[in-house]
Structure formats: C-alpha cells, structure tokens
C-alpha cells in the first residue's frame, strides 16, 4: 500500500470509497463525499492524500483550513477520512492521518483540530482543549493538536463546504 497525494482522475474513486465507508453510518448525514468536492472546488482542499492498493484507492483523507476567532492563522480540520469497509481495521485511516499531519506539521502549520470519537483521535494526541470551541458540537469530541506553541483560544468554524449538501 502506498500513501500518495491526491491527482487529477482521483476524484471519483474518491467519491465512491468515501460514499461506502460512511453508508449507513450513525453520525453520518451521508455529505461526506460531498464536502471533499465542495472543499476541492473552492481551492480548500489543502491536503488531500490517498490510499492505494494495486492501483485501486481505499481510503481517503481530507484537511481544510479553519477560522478561529479571535484569528488565528496556520490551523486545519481533519476530515473526512474514509477507508473502503472491507479494508477498515487494518491500519489503513491510522496511517493516512499520521502522513497527513506529519505533512501539515513539515509544511509549517500550527495545528489541527478534528470532531470525531475521542477514543480512536487520541493515539494521534488530539485531546479536547477548553479553550477552543467548536459550536453546536459537545467538547467532548472535539480536540486538537498543536504541532508547534500553545493551542490558541477562540471559536472554530470549518469551511463552509461543510455546511451545506
């Protein structure tokens, strides 16, 4: 398997893996898809890595620039990050995130921040911070990581590529 960035002629493979592995899915309102287009149609798609086996993708992952207010600059949001469902549990999204951020981090960002089950996000050291704030969503399941200072303090708002289907 290798990790590489996403290419022209990707899209729709990375369409249907992301459609697939969020099917079904409680916390999903299956948009999932959607907003990797929106983001990649609005030049937000900052970082945008595959995984592929065989010529074949099989996991996804995304990363957007976010506002916080007061401002402050150099911070993104992790997702979605998708892995075909016959292929998850096998490492696959562990190692997309890890180049991801560890890209993000050499290219000079400040941090990330991710809504998502605190239990799978911490072995990436994302933890909750009080002093970010992420509307509408309980604490608990967002977090951040800072890869160089302090985590700021402020509210957070993704790219509006989330916000609507």
Known sequence: M????????????????TAAAFEG???????EPFIIERLRGEGALMLSLV?????QIVGHVA???VTLTPPAAG?????PVAVMRERQANGIGSRLIREGLAMLAADGALGC????????YQKFRFRHESSLVFPGCAPQYFMALAFSGAVPTGTVAYHPAFGTE
């Open 2 to 17: 290798i990790i590489r960035p996403e290419r022209a002629g990707d899209e729709q493979a990375i369409h249907d893996v």
């Open 25 to 31: 899915h409680p916390h999903s309102d299956q948009s």
């Open 51 to 55: 995984a592929e086996e065989e010529g």
């Open 63 to 65: 990363f957007s620039p």
């Open 75 to 79: 911070w993104f949001g992790l997702g």
């Open 113 to 120: 921040v991710v809504v998502g089950d605190p239990d799978y």
